[in-house]
């Protein structure tokens, strides 16, 4: 595999960390990997939406301890930290999507400096998703 | 363990990590080494047992060994010139 594209749709705490993860670990061994945030999780692309993120609905209580054995396993409990460190892998791209940063209240000036930009979905779809050998949506 | 004669180049403790931890620094320590060097990975996640052989047949590197003691887990992988 050389590349693979990643659609995140989930903006809470735990179920981010998972495409996250594996973004990380693709990108360790070289592969090009390209993210499109949809629907809320386009706000953590944003410094106050990566610090926000919280662990949502019936676990919602658990977040602390979430976050303590996420630190504990030896990844960045911090999801601002997480993305600078993928990020470093350089061959990661972060990329929001148009629809969901007009709905739900991001622009271009917001996003962390680690984001490649907004972008329209059927630029993403066809230049980066339809050309990838693989994809994923979480 | 075994007794054996691996001469390591570098050794990796991912002791405590979960996965992709110890498969993300075990690719940021190869990188930094030459053909021919070994890199010890010691882990204590299970997950190492099915990740290290499947990385080494992926990237061209040699697993040499693997060994268990309890829940420590030991590979001693080599840099392959590729």
Same mark, same amino acid.
């Given at each position: 595999? %050389? ?11 735990? %179920?981010?960390? #998972? ?26 692309? #944003? ?24 630190? %504990? ?7 601002? #930290? ?45 230049? %980066? ?7 994923? #949506?979480? | ?5 691996? &001469? ?20 940021? &320590?190869?990188?930094?080494?030459? &053909? ?6 010691? &882990? ?39």
């Amino acid at each position: 595999m %050389k590349s693979m594209t990643i659609i995140v749709r989930e903006d809470s705490y735990d %179920k981010i960390l #998972t495409p996250l993860a594996f973004a990380y670990l693709q990108a360790s061994e070289g592969i090009q990997v390209d993210m499109l945030f949809v629907n809320w999780s386009v706000r953590v692309l #944003t410094e106050e939406g990566a610090k926000n993120i919280k662990v949502q609905g019936e676990y919602a209580d658990q977040d602390q301890w979430v976050r303590s054995q996420v630190e %504990k396993v030896g990844i960045p409990n911090d999801i601002y #930290t997480l993305l600078k460190a993928i990020k470093e892998m350089e061959c990661v791209n972060f990329y929001g999507c148009s629809l969901a940063a007009a709905v739900f209240g991001v622009d271009e000036d917001s996003l962390i400096p680690e984001a490649e930009g907004i972008v329209g979905a059927s630029w993403f779809l066809n230049e %980066k998703a339809d050309k990838a050998d693989y994809n994923q #949506t979480f | 363990m075994s007794e054996h004669k691996i &001469a390591v180049t570098q050794s990796l403790d991912t002791s405590g990590q979960c996965c992709p931890m110890p498969m993300i620094d075990s690719n940021k &320590a190869m990188k930094k080494m030459q &053909a021919g060097d070994i890199l010890e990975i010691i &882990a204590t996640d299970s997950g190492t047992r099915s990740d290290i052989p499947s990385w080494c047949e992926r990237t061209g590197n040699k697993l040499l060994l693997s060994e268990e003691e309890g829940d420590t887990l030991k590979y001693y992988v080599q840099k392959q010139g590729l």
